[in-house]
């Protein structure tokens, strides 16, 4: 990618498309927000 910024944009636009198509919750969510929240403190909101 010639950029960053290219680069989130088109991972955005997958996300975009995916989420349209998702109807399952994820397995495991609880767990991957916690270990998420570790590794990035403050970036990361446990919702």
Known sequence: FPTDNSL??????AYRNIR???TM???NWG?????LAIKF???FKIM
């Not at 989130?8 to 636009?13: S, T």
């Not at 767990?31 to 270990?35: E, F, L």
């Open 8 to 13: 989130e944009k088109l991972v955005y636009l």
């Open 20 to 22: 349209k198509k998702w």
């Open 25 to 27: 919750p994820l397995a």
């Open 31 to 35: 767990q991957i927000s916690q270990q």
């Open 41 to 43: 403190g403050d970036r």
